[in-house]
């Protein structure tokens, strides 16, 4: 039986990352498009060249059925340079191929009309630079598939965290990798609530839905994952987990966020992203649940236990 084939750009990051072990495990045949090699993709067949070339990338996804862009500009840097490009360059080696691309979506791409409940088909009126170029994505990859033979597969959920992947609010601002955490940091405030998503439940998701053969060329699902309900169940799991001694769970400062994002850029980035944390924000999942019956979700203490071992936090 012939092996389904996917080409993943970001494989060593962490939705690529997930989405390598899950369709690895699922019989796939799975090329890896990496600037250098890199033993975390055993398993894959390694290609050499960089997703900002669209010869290396048209040339990777030659025979494949999926193509997973999961690939981003370290610590938000250079992205209105890169970003667009990098997409185009998928789109075109899709439109070549006839492949779906699959893209993890963000809640950047919506602005406070579309708060606090937001569905596959809610505007997109985004209020940031980077939710600016988010939407920009989508609009070009939803006209590649309105035009074919390209397809598209978004599937958008909360703030990602999970095991090997530290570039995000769990592993930046939260706990810092490495050690036992000596303080468990919190972005919002308390009774403001906040979505999660466990990175092999995404993938899991995008598997899932891989295999349903009657998706629309331009499909869009919204994941649940796990909804902080009070702005504390994170952190108050993450002290559950790590145990005695117990760990002190305190606010975020800010204000030395906003200090150093007067010289650095990725705590200016992040600063921008700060109002995601100020209202509670939910993905609707109603769609998602029509076409899958239920979406994986890993239950919380499990998905926390294994992130921070993940980390080298325990």
Known sequence: MTKRTALILGATGGIGGAMRQRLLAGGWRVKALARRASPLLEGCEQILGDAMDPAAVLAAARDAEVIVHAVNPPGYRNWADLVLPMIDNSIAAAQASGARIVLPGTVYNYGPDAFREIDEDAPQHPRTRKGAIRVAMEERLRDAAQQGPAKVLIVRAGDYFGPGAANN?????????????????TPGKRGIGHQWAYLPDVAETMAQLLDRP????????????????NGRQMAETIARVLGDPAVPIRPLPWWQLRLAALAMTTPRELMEMRYLWQQPIRLRNTRLVETLGAEPRTPLVEAVAATLTGLGCR
């Open 169 to 185: 609010w769990f592993g930046q601002a939260m706990v810092t990798p490495g050690a036992r955490p000596r303080v468990i940091r």
């Open 214 to 229: 009657a998706l629309p060329a331009f499909a869009r699902f919204h994941m649940d994952g796990h909804w902080d309900a």
